[in-house]
Structure formats: structure tokens, C-alpha cells
């Protein structure tokens, strides 16, 4: 079964500086997808980040990227330069390449509650 | 483009009643939608995996009587409460997958009586 860490409940940062929010993960597969999930006080879920297990390059996103690292099995995302609208949780998120009908194909990690502060 | 709507945001009934959640893709037809729980200041739960024209699949521990669910359309998944109780009242989440990505609805916060 596939598990995912984020070992940071809460982080702050102020604003215009940058954060790191850290997430790893378990798993025997070998192909799949991560992602990071921003759920901001609306509580609607936005995609943030997408990244395929087989893909060396780091994804980016504008002032989002990810530090990648398969045989650690970390998947960190870095946010540049922190607006006030980046207040939110921030899931990360492990789902196989081939889904099946056995255990859960997606999986969420706990999240992180990251303030920008003013 | 991958938008999921939900209906109602909102909803608060009486206990025994049944309530039902609508989930919607707007921009492109899913074969495969999930429905979440979501309890104050807690990660996403895995309810139930909805299929287009079958069963749906549930995850370990959740009612299929209680949460009937209906994905009749490439576009629409329902979630039905039945009986409803307290203990039922949570923000339920759907979500679509498109291009091996989830896109998330906005959610219905269930309060029941």
C-alpha cells in the first residue's frame, strides 16, 4: 500500500520570501504521478503541481517547482516569492500509473498549513 | 478547461431524511469520478470510487447502503445520504479525472440535524 508523509503540520513564511514544504511517500511501484494540492480557506482544491515518476526534470509552475528525488522518495515543493493568497493546506498527493481495482490508487498525504504573514 | 461543479455547497436537513450531491464535469466527460470526506482541519478520505454504467467501488469501512451512488452519465455522479444522522454532517468532495489528473469540485458542506 502506498503512504504519504508530510512531516510539517504548520509553516509560516513571510510574505515575498521563500518556503519549502517537504512530503515523502512509500511505494513498490515504479510509474506514477505526484502532485501538490492547494485548499485555501474556500476549501475548494486547486492543482498546483503535476509531476510523472519517470520524468528526471523537476515540474514548475510559475513561482511553484518541485525537487524530485525517486530513489528518496521525496517530493518537496518550493514556493518563490510568497503572496498573501498562498495561505492555505497544501496536500501533497501519490496516485499509480495503473490504476486497479485492489487498495487505493490515490493517496493523500496529511497536509501543511502554511501562513504568509503581512 | 477541467472544471467540476458540485450541488449544493450547502445543505442542512433533518435526521432520517435523505440528502442527495451532484458532481459534475463541465468541460469533459470522466468515466471515473471519487467522492471524499473531509473532516475540520483533516485530509481528504476515500469514500467511494464512482464508475460510469457500474458499481461503484467503496472503500473499506464505508457504508454502500448509507452512500448510494450513481454515476449515470460520462459527466454526472450523485451521491445520495440516506437516513441521514449527525454523525453524517461533514464536507463531502467529488472529483474527475482527466489526462491522469484529479480535478476537484467545490465542495458540499452536509449538516444534519
Known amino acids: 500500500a502506498q503512504t504519504v508523509t508530510q512531516s510539517q503540520p504548520e509553516m509560516s513564511v513571510q510574505e515575498a520570501e521563500t518556503v519549502t514544504l517537504s512530503c515523502t511517500y512509500d511505494t513498490s511501484e515504479n510509474n506514477y504521478y505526484l502532485f501538490w494540492y492547494k485548499q485555501p480557506p474556500s476549501r475548494q482544491m486547486i492543482l498546483v503541481i503535476r509531476?510523472?515518476?519517470?520524468?528526471?526534470q523537476n515540474a514548475t509552475e510559475n513561482r511553484f517547482s518541485v525537487n524530485f528525488q525517486k530513489a528518496a522518495k521525496s517530493f518537496s515543493l518550493k514556493i518563490s516569492d510568497s503572496q498573501l493568497g498562498d495561505t492555505a493546506m497544501y496536500f501533497c498527493a501519490f496516485m499509480k500509473h495503473f490504476r486497479d481495482n485492489y487498495g487505493q490508487n490515490f493517496v493523500f498525504g496529511p497536509g501543511t498549513r502554511l501562513s504568509v504573514l503581512p | 478547461g477541467a472544471v467540476v461543479s458540485q450541488h449544493p455547497s450547502r445543505v442542512i436537513c433533518k435526521s432520517g431524511t435523505s440528502v442527495k450531491i451532484e458532481c459534475r464535469s463541465l468541460?469533459?466527460?470522466?468515466?471515473?469520478m471519487f467522492w471524499y470526506r473531509q473532516f475540520p482541519k483533516k485530509s481528504l478520505m476515500l469514500m467511494a470510487t464512482?464508475?460510469?454504467?457500474?458499481?461503484?467501488?467503496?472503500e473499506q469501512g464505508v457504508e454502500k447502503d448509507k452512500f448510494l451512488i450513481n454515476h449515470a452519465s460520462l459527466t454526472l455522479s450523485t451521491l445520495t445520504v440516506t437516513s441521514a444522522h449527525p454523525e453524517d454532517s461533514s464536507f463531502y468532495i467529488c472529483?474527475?479525472?482527466?489526462?491522469?489528473?484529479?480535478?476537484f469540485g467545490p465542495g458540499t458542506r452536509l449538516t444534519v440535524l
Open positions: 468541460d469533459f466527460q470522466a468515466t471515473t
Open positions: 472529483s474527475a479525472t482527466m489526462d491522469d489528473t484529479q480535478y
Open positions: 509531476q510523472e515518476a519517470y520524468k528526471q
Open positions: 464512482s464508475n460510469e454504467g457500474s458499481k461503484a467501488t467503496y
